[in-house]
């Protein structure tokens, strides 16, 4: 017998999903999972709404795959050209699920036609590269001048960005210099002038800050701003760079190698100068501050300038006092050397009876030690002995004899004894038995 697909023991190791929670967590897990995608297909039933957003369906070009998508008023206000059902064309956006209807979309944050896609690949095997080798890395990036000097710029002089540039400085910062490195930014020889260009920046050293900017355009127009060898020339500028091409929606790998990315050009220049009338404010409350400071110091000054004057106002009073409390001081310290003196003379008599004492001891001590050693001595003298009878024998050469076997028959010895020495032979040598 088959169990129902609820049972209560199914229901203990399941997690049963509320349907939002699991829609929500279907759409991390794509953002997760992708993050930003670009993708290619023909539009179908692209419809645009009163509140400004685009929808529509992307068909794979055999028609057996759609994807919803949706493209928000921001976005679509981007577009350059009309799209229309049946268009080929490349969207960037990020996958996302719409929890309403529990559906996935795409939400569209650029589309362009697709003949851009051969360049877009190419785009995005490049960005790789480079973000293997470090040069986008956010700990490489330096800090750019809050305080400019000077400024400079990297474009062409007939862009509608310099002029840009120019008019935002004038208006916001009218008192930092400005020098141009002028470089094609659109076509072949565009590239290899923009190298030049901030080469010859970075040579002069005039500048604290380096523009890079462009205005917007196709990923075409804007393709020199990928090339592999400005985007290595603004990696090795030892001057900050700030790249400011295109709008808002438009990257290009300047934007990621510099040390900061403005929207547009414009807002590049914003971020390279300090609004003026915001720096002078800025001083002129640093300068009340200042000012406030300087006071209340000078006010503590001046208290205090004032009690030693009340101080000073009395010289006798500060000389008597004085001189109470240096005889005040001479009276401790000749009672101090009484009570010194008094304790030393005290501990010489200690000592002086100590040192007395210890001297009669240690000549007793030596008395009877001498005493001793004469009377040891007096116990091992020879003579002690000679007396008593006995005598000291050696023979001719002075060796001592202690036994018949060192002597023969005939042989001459020597004899002391307690009152002489007398000279003798030997006629008989007679052996006694070793005692048992």
Known sequence: MSRPPFSQESNARTLVWDVAALVQAVGDALQTRFGAVAVRGELAGFSRAASGHCYFNLKSGDGQAGLRCAMFRRAASMLDFAPRDGLQVELRGKLAVYEARGELQLIVEAMRPAGAGALMEQFLRLKAKLEAEGLFDAARKREVARHPRALGVVTSLAAAALRDVVTALRRRSPHVALRIYP????????????????????????????????????????????????????????????????????????DFVADLRAPTPTAAAELAAPLRDEALAALADLARWMSHRIGQRLDRDAQRLDHLALRLARPADVVHRHRQRLGLLAQRHEQSLQRAATLHAHRLERLQGRLLDAGRQTLRRQHERLALLAARHAALDPTRVLQRGYAWLSDEQGRALTSVNQLAPGQRIDAVLADGRIQASVDHIERTEPRP
């Open 183 to 254: 470089a094609s930014v659109q076509g072949v020889e565009a590239p290899a002038q923009l190298v030049q260009a901030i080469q010859v920046a970075g040579q002069r050293g005039e500048v604290d800050t380096l523009l890079v900017v462009r205005g917007g355009g196709s990923l075409e127009d804007l393709w020199a701003f990928n090339d592999e060898q400005v985007v290595r020339a603004i990696a090795a500028s030892p001057i900050p760079v700030i790249s400011g091409v295109g709008h808002e929606s438009d990257f290009t790998l300047a």
